[in-house]
């Protein structure tokens, strides 16, 4: 479904297309012209800064804290460690309270998280449970779940997930013993994982979410999705009778993922970073196809190392062909 114009940027090339329409005087044209190209105002600039500082000044003091304990793990007594971590976790949590609504009070929430791991990891070297480390990071999401959930925080949900990520690794590493038959499984399960996250943020996104309307976030599960199911559908392509059924099961995957990062960006938000991850992955499963019969099936040796190339450049301008007629017939726009 198109845009509403009005929802589009105001472009130098669209508003130069108006004026050839007749629709603005030159004397108006001059002044969006302007107007489309101005530095943002002095306001503007001070949040962009704050916000970035903030941020910036959050990791930072984070880093110092696992730093600090890492420097000093002998010099201190375990109950020492165990108390400082704590009293940092609630002072944070405290500070998120006490600050209400805003970015500051989120960042101190996404602190408390992460000082959650750093507890936790402590805890386990001070007295030597014995735990794996995918029960820490499992454990370390469930923790944080309730401040997850109050935050309100698009990058807490992602923090969440990537905990949940590395668990899932660690345990396909630890107690299923990471060998090659089981891979391409854990690439079905990441996919369906970080898909899910995807698919609900769209959802809720769409259904006017406010705080969920930044598109860098789904653009990063929709990249965290595609990835491994990629990786195994290309092993599939390979050697499909050395990888299992697992690497089959993320071959059609990939291709659903194909046929949803269409439907959102014809549908939902008309936006070309989920058009163009989908092209990227249809062009390296082609890529491997064309290769796996010239090198593998055609045996063509040297003649092939002077197809692929030409292969390639098909591909790329068939795509940037594609992709601009879908600009042009959505308005896409990228946007942060």
Do not use: C
Not at 194 to 212: I, P
Not at 237 to 252: C, D, Y
Not at 292 to 310: H, K, T, V, Y
């Amino acid at each position: 479904m198109p845009k509403d114009l009005l929802d589009l940027n105001a472009t130098p090339e669209r508003l130069r297309a108006l004026a050839d329409a007749g629709v603005l005087p030159p004397a108006a044209l001059e002044r969006a012209l302007h107007l489309s190209v101005a530095t943002p105002p002095r306001a503007e600039w001070r949040r962009f800064l704050s916000t970035t500082l903030m941020g910036l000044g959050t990791l930072l003091v984070l880093s110092g804290v696992i730093y600090f304990f890492a420097y000093n793990w002998a010099a201190l007594h375990r109950f020492g460690k165990l108390g400082l971590i704590a009293a940092a976790v609630v002072g944070t949590s405290v500070a998120a309270w006490r600050l209400g609504e805003g970015l500051a009070s989120q960042l101190s929430l996404l602190a408390s998280a992460v000082l959650v791991g750093a507890l936790l990891a402590v805890y386990g070297q001070a007295y030597q449970t014995g735990a794996d480390p995918y029960e820490l990071f499992v454990g370390w999401a469930v923790l944080i779940l309730p401040w997850v959930a109050l935050a309100r925080f698009a990058p807490l949900w992602l923090f969440l997930l990537l905990l949940l990520n590395t668990g899932v690794v660690l345990f396909w590493g630890q107690v299923l013993g990471g060998d090659d038959d089981t891979a391409a499984w854990l690439a079905v399960g990441l996919g369906l994982l970080n898909g899910f996250g995807w698919a609900t943020y769209e959802h809720f996104a769409n259904a006017g979410v406010s705080w969920l309307q930044r598109r860098w976030v789904p653009r990063t599960l929709a990249v965290m999705t595609v990835a491994p199911l990629l990786a195994a559908a290309v092993a599939f392509i390979i050697a499909p009778s050395e990888v299992g059924p697992g690497a089959g099961v993320a071959m059609l995957l990939v291709l659903a993922s194909l046929g949803a990062d269409y439907a959102l960006h014809r549908h939902l938000h008309g936006e070309l970073f989920l058009l163009t991850v989908g092209v990227l992955s249809a062009m390296t499963l082609a890529t491997t196809w064309v290769g796996r019969l010239l090198f593998d099936d055609a045996n063509a040796g040297e003649l092939s190392l002077f197809i692929m190339p030409f292969v390639i450049i098909g591909e790329v301008g068939l795509a940037v062909w594609w992709l601009r007629n879908e600009a042009r017939a959505t308005g896409a726009q990228e946007e942060a």
